[in-house]
């Protein structure tokens, strides 16, 4: 198959020829390179798949895949961490949070520990349920951890809508949204990082739309937004081993399927309508202006923070010897941690990285070995 023939089949095909295909197409391609690329994915799913496909392994001598600051749990700060666990512990509050969320160690233990201590905290599966359990227990306060990027902030905003026209007094939003474009701009403005390719989110994009990416071309870095199957991913690499060759730092959609231009512009619409941009402290990047989402004050009584006087978030210190900064920011891979599985498991996580399913170190623990 030459790569046309790839090309065309990949819109389609999950078949194994064109899995096989697309690998050899971005060997012979790379071939082309004067050295071996470095391609930084920024999306969790992509983290996994990368590494549950075999991708990883795969392209090992052609091809070097890092992670950046892609896993939703794992960005989130520690001092945001620590304000969750903190507010776990206030009197009549029930903590809602995404699953993973509750088992990141912070200051105060975690959320999975606080519960332990017979505090309430609820796992969801969206923020809907969280406006449930509010409307079922009228007498106690109920919060939703908001963390995630462009993809869970439009639910978020939605469910502070739909209690705001339910009149539910007593459910809040404590946010930890982030919004990809700043970290990026930060990741590609790091003087020590190394990266000669980007693959990014098909989640994120399907929201933001491929426009939304257009700035990181003044970095001259090559971006491709991928989609998740592992034709798909190959066909991003096979796309950005090109681009390098052709050093064209325009930023392509290879996920036409699910991503458009422009995106999907109510869900867009929704988060402009409940949120704005303010500063946020990364984990791995530290605060980075107008890169996470507060609540629009025409809905300040639905954020947690205002609700429960929370201070202005500040820097905390990352788990003792744990490298989730410099993981994070593609400073290090997993195993470049020195804790990496010996004191630092699934079982028994030490960082974030290796708490959530789109974790880095949780991928390479689980398909590394
Ligand atoms: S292996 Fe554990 S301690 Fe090390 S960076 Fe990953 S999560 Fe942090």
Redesign the pocket.
Known sequence: MNDDVVERAIKSSRDPQVFRALLASVKRNVGFLSKKPILMEVCGSHTWAISHTGIRELLKDEVELISGPGCPVCVTSPGEVAQMIELSYRPGVIVTSYGDMIRVPGRGGSLEASRAAGNHVEVVYSAMDAVTIAENNPEQQVAFLGIGFETTAPAAAVAVELAKARGLGNFTVYSAHKLMPPALRAILSLPDLNIDGLILPGHVSAVTGRKYFDFISDYAVPAVISGFEACDILYAILKLVKKIRARDFSVENAYPRAVRETGNTKAMAEISKVFRPSDAFWRGLGNIPLSGLELNTQYSSFDAKVRFGLPPVVEEP??P????A??LSGR?T?RQ?????K??TPSN???????SSE????AH?VFGR
């Open positions: 990352e788990p010897g744990c490298s989730c410099e993981v290090k997993p941690c020195r804790l990496f599985g004191a630092c996580p030490v960082g974030p990285c290796m708490v974790g880095s170190c949780r623990y």
